[in-house]
């Protein structure tokens, strides 16, 4: 049976958290403490929606959109560790194309952290291209320092 995808929904925060800062433990050696909790999800959703995949009810891998006038920025990008490198992120990055491309966004944007090259490579394959990087500033969960890597896709 192949996962079901949806937008989630208030009841599915929970599941998410825990999704979310799994698939972010790749993280922890640049940025201390849990990526996301339940307010944060409770803000971000007044902003945008996830879109998701589920199996046996439980999120598996989800995106968050963001209309940002004819942009959609794709935040918290994330699949379950179990499940990574077996074609889920693939098929979560077209689904949210699609959402883009139906929704009538001209281009998808997203960051990430230098370090993370695994995921511009990812990326690049999946058609975005870098469009620049974004200072970070030092904070007190900042374990080394880092950049964000700023990508793009067009939609038309």
Known sequence: MSPALRFSRPEDIPALV?????AFVAESPYIEGE???ADT?????????????????EPI?????????ERAHLGLVSVDPAR?????????MAAVEDHCRTAGFHEME?????????LQHFY??????STGVEEV????????????????????
Request: positive net charge; charged residues 25%; hydrophobic residues 40%.
């Open 18 to 22: 825990r999704l979310i800062n799994a």
């Open 35 to 37: 990526r996301v909790n």
């Open 41 to 57: 999800l409770h803000e971000i959703l007044d902003r945008g929606k996830f879109l998701l995949f589920e199996e046996n009810g």
């Open 61 to 69: 891998a989800c995106a968050f959109i963001e209309p940002r006038g």
């Open 84 to 92: 990574q490198q077996t074609g889920l992120g693939t098929k979560l």
């Open 110 to 118: 997203l960051r990430f952290i230098n370090h993370r090259t695994e």
């Open 124 to 129: 690049a394959r999946a058609g975005f291209h």
């Open 137 to 156: 500033p030092t904070t007190h969960r900042t374990k080394v320092p880092f950049h964000f890597i700023q990508m793009t896709k067009p939609l038309l």
